[in-house]
């Protein structure tokens, strides 16, 4: 029994910095393009379509679905088991612990909303395109742009923030100050991506 979650829990691990990490910053670089204007960001999505249709869903269902959906699962048994409480440790450390909790559990209703609506609804079953003029229009509306921008920061922060975490789980970063540095570069790159998005989202509302 050991043995089992020794392993799910490396799997997770791995599964969720080398596959859904490469999912958000392949989502944040496209939907970055959406600066550019209306025929930046569907020339970026125009070229996706010419990939053969059998590699892309093995893509969507291989490298997406089953990945999230067991990082997700096995993430909600890990966090119902940990000990979450920052005002007793006031660590930074212990912070960011918790607040990789507090994402993981705002990203399970956003990202099935955000999956189901987009991707299984709109798209799969009415058949409407994915494009600059469609996320327009719904980023008109307030709620969403909040709902997705906080969707979007928590994952991203819990991306970042699980860069180190992987990292001493893998005996890659041993000892307090390797992890510090390795703590801040993570932050640094969580700063980054947060301020791109701010920007593209920004964007969508003021143009
Ligand atoms: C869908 C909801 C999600 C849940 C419930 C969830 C849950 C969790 C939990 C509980 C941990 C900590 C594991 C531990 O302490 O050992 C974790 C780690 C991690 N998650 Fe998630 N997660 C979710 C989505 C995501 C997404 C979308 C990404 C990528 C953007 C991601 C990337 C990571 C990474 C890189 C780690 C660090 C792995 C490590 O410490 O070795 N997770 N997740």
Redesign the pocket.
């Known amino acids: 029994m050991y043995n089992v979650s020794f392993y799910l829990?490396r799997l997770?691990?791995?599964?969720?910095?080398f596959v859904?990490?490469i999912?958000?910053l392949e989502h944040v670089f496209t939907n970055a393009t959406s600066l550019g204007g209306p025929e930046a960001l569907n020339g970026g999505l125009a070229m996706m379509e010419l990939i053969p249709r059998p590699i892309f869903y093995g893509l969507e269902i291989f490298g997406i679905a089953i990945p999230?959906i067991f990082?997700?699962?096995?993430?909600?048994y890990?966090?119902l088991q940990?000990n979450c409480n920052p005002g007793r440790f006031g660590y930074i450390r212990n912070w960011m612990?918790t607040l990789?909790?507090w994402?993981?559990?705002y990203?399970?209703p956003f990202?099935l909303w955000h999956v189901f609506y987009l991707r299984i609804y709109l798209k799969g079953i009415c058949g409407v395109p994915i494009s600059y003029e469609l996320l327009d229009s719904y980023f008109q509306n307030p709620v969403v742009v909040v709902l997705y921008v906080i969707g979007m920061l928590a994952?991203?922060f819990?991306?970042c923030?699980?860069?180190?975490?992987?990292c001493?789980?893998?005996g890659i970063a041993k000892g307090p100050r390797v992890q510090n540095v390795v703590s801040v570069l993570s932050m640094l790159l969580c700063a980054a991506l947060s301020l791109v998005t701010i920007a593209f989202m920004a964007h969508y509302v003021l143009f």
């Open positions: 829990r997770h691990s791995l599964v969720g910095l859904l990490g999912v958000i999230l990082h997700a699962v096995y993430g909600v890990i966090a940990a612990f990789q909790r994402t993981a559990w990203l399970v990202l994952a991203i819990h991306f923030n699980g860069i180190t975490t992987f001493m789980t893998w």
